[in-house]
């Protein structure tokens, strides 16, 4: 199995179909349809099933999916980490980060970073919690950005960010333009939320909020991404609550009300490993404390 099968077999496995990855590919259907047999021929598993109307992934394949891709990826990595070497670079510091640090100074860090030690490349991979940690442990990535939890053994945290949520009404609301609201008012409102597995952190937190102060939140709709429920709050399909840091990111949409009730805090938390993290993850770590204790006026981190 060489990397060029992988490519292959990713190109099927995504496209479900055989002329379009072989286009996709830029080689013949007949010779795409060879080497994914002599694939599975090798690892002696069937990984496509495939018929005159239809191609679908065993399960089999579907291990073999998420398995090729991070070895492409790694393998791509590892072709311009030796490319940077031999132009006299020094090196790459891997970050994995959940979506709300793109609005939470993440940014500006990287260039901060990269501009203080030349010849660093930093790469962000985007996983959610718990697939930083497992990356952590792995060796994947160097240093992670998560939302609080507990860690395995072996990982150690520190707090970056504490802040309030914020209501997030569409613009016509009743409460729109509010200096500050009761959490209740809003009991009787439709909800967009994350669903539990994407986010169980946030999901939990913002449930915990709505209870304290009294009610059960009517989810009305879901959505995986804050962007989209932000989206979805403006186009008056329902009420969210969302950090206050992403909140005023997008304030020109939506209206920021503050809640009266003093509840829980979203957090953002940075991970290392407790044994030998790189020196690149540590200085990175620094960079961005120095941005979110307010060192630096472009951030958009607060304390």
């Not at 496995?13 to 599975?40: N, T």
């Not at 939470?104 to 790469?123: D, I, K």
């Not at 718990?130 to 939302?147: C, M, P, Y």
């Not at 960010?161 to 500050?180: I, S």
Request: aromatic fraction near 6%; glycine fraction near 6%; proline fraction near 5%.
């Amino acid at each position: 199995m060489d990397l060029k099968q992988l490519r292959y077999f990713v190109a099927v496995a995504e496209e479900l179909h055989f002329g379009r990855a072989a286009a996709r590919l830029f080689i013949s259907q007949p010779a795409l349809s060879f080497d994914i047999k002599k694939l599975e021929e090798q690892l002696g598993i069937q990984l496509l099933v495939r018929n005159n109307k239809s191609v679908k992934l065993t399960a089999a394949g579907q291990v073999l999916l998420e398995e090729a891709r991070n070895l492409l990826l790694q393998a791509e990595q590892a072709r311009r980490l030796t490319l940077r070497s031999a132009q006299g670079a020094l090196g790459r510091l891997r970050a994995g980060f959940v979506s709300s640090m793109l609005y939470r100074g993440l940014p500006t860090a990287v260039s901060r970073f990269e501009a203080e030690h030349p010849g660093m490349e930093v790469v962000l991979q985007e996983m959610n919690s718990a697939e930083q940690a497992q990356a952590l442990q792995r060796g994947q990535i160097d240093i992670g950005f998560v939302h609080r939890g507990t860690l395995p053994a072996g990982l150690r945290s520190e707090l970056l960010l504490a802040e309030p949520f914020l209501c997030c009404l569409p613009p016509g609301h009743r409460l729109a333009g509010a200096e500050r609201i009761d959490l209740g008012e809003l009991r009787d409102e439709p909800f967009i939320l994350f669903p539990r597995p994407a986010a169980p952190h946030y999901h939990d937190l913002i449930i915990a909020c709505c209870v304290a102060a009294g009610f059960s939140p009517q989810i009305r709709h879901e959505a995986r991404l804050w962007q989209t429920i932000v989206a979805m709050v403006a186009q008056d399909m329902g009420v969210a609550l969302l950090p206050e840091t992403l909140c005023r990111a997008w304030h020109r949409d939506v209206s920021c009300v503050a809640i009266r009730q003093r509840g829980e805090l979203s957090e953002i938390h940075a991970i290392l490993a407790v044994e030998n993290p790189s020196q690149a993850a540590e200085d990175f770590l620094a960079t961005l404390r120095a941005l979110s204790t307010g060192h630096d006026t472009d951030s958009v981190i607060t304390p």
